[in-house]
């Protein structure tokens, strides 16, 4: 069984682990499936908007997708949710990325 696969499988029977699901992403992301991994980002960010990690790696893939403004809208969100967690350095890492852009 893949590494996907028993993600899959261990999401299947917690269907509300947050980093299940970010884990289940980048698996997805690792293997090519850039598409799959950008959604389950999205589910991750639906099911707990706090998950600021999520915003990060949505934000660094379309950017190197050439999705600029799109990427921007991330991480802004992003920003807001790690301030609102009290995670100023991942706050941060995500500012400076965004003034690159």
Request: hydrophobic share 45%; net charge negative; aromatic share 6%.
């Amino acid at each position: 069984m893949s590494r996907r696969a028993k993600l899959e499988a261990m999401l299947a029977q917690s269907p509300g682990d947050t980093f299940l699901g970010y884990g289940l992403a980048m698996e997805m992301i690792k293997e090519g499936d850039t598409e799959a991994g950008k959604k389950q980002l999205v589910q991750v960010i639906e099911a707990n908007p706090d998950y600021q990690a999520a915003y990060f790696q949505l934000g660094q893939i379309l950017t190197n997708e050439g999705e600029i403004d799109e990427a921007k809208g991330w991480l802004e969100r992003g920003i807001v949710a790690a301030k609102r967690i009290g995670d100023a350095h991942a706050a941060a890492e995500m500012e400076g990325f965004l003034l690159t852009l």
